[in-house]
């Protein structure tokens, strides 16, 4: 085939792929505007002035504006703040807008740990899509079926299968870009030091993104909204649900 062809291939799936992303742009910013507009209306009809709905939502009263005009892209966690503030339902705010964007959804979490990790997990990470394994099989067809944002893999998941899941995750090109975060929740004591050391050496080495032990946060006020929010730093910002800091965005 001659060079005349490709190039004209090459023009084409330009522009299809230029095509696509436009039209997800335009639904992205139909449903920020419809959203803006929603919370404008209710926000006008409990009698709220815009100072004080961003002071209760603790935003500045700037950013509320933008929000209100579909000019911001706010986080899950401010949209639920908002409705919050507003007495009423995100889902009152959002249902019927076509275009469900992804700053709609919590993040996906996959988390592959033997039992007790498991339940410490759910039970920190409320709120988000969690889709739980135990086997090694399990967990590949799980990350084919869906788009996970981040892996939680326990240290003794599947027998210590922990670093053959790893590798799996680092070896796929479609899922080697999702941070990958290796977590104990038996205590350090139970282990050796140098075998503590040499699975956060070799967990490192092989791609994962942090190494997180529930020994670390006994000692905290609050040990699971800690090991949250640390887990949370691995997430896309937009699908966070955690607060947003006061005054700001």
Known sequence: MNTKFWQNIDRYWVSRMTSIHDSESR???????????????????????????????????SYLGEIERGKANPTLSLMLKISGALDTALSDLTSGIEAQPAFLQPAHILIADVPKGQSRLKRVLHGYELALTRDLVEA????????????????????????????????????KGIPFICFRELPVGMLPV?????????ARALGAAAVLESEKYVNSTSPDSALRADIEQFLPREKRLSNAPKGGR
């Open 140 to 175: 590949k067809v799980l990350l084919d079926r869906s788009d996970s944002d981040l892996i939680i893999g326990g240290v003794h998941f599947s027998e210590g299968r922990i670093f053959d899941l790893l590798r799996m995750v680092k070896a796929d090109a479609d899922t």
């Open 27 to 61: 639904e992205r910013e139909a449903g920020l505007a419809q959203f803006g507009l929603r919370v404008l209306d209710l926000r006008q009809r409990k009698g709220l002035s815009q100072e004080t709905l961003a002071d209760r939502t603790g935003v500045t009263r």
């Open 194 to 202: 140098f075998i503590h050391e040499s699975i956060e050496v070799c």
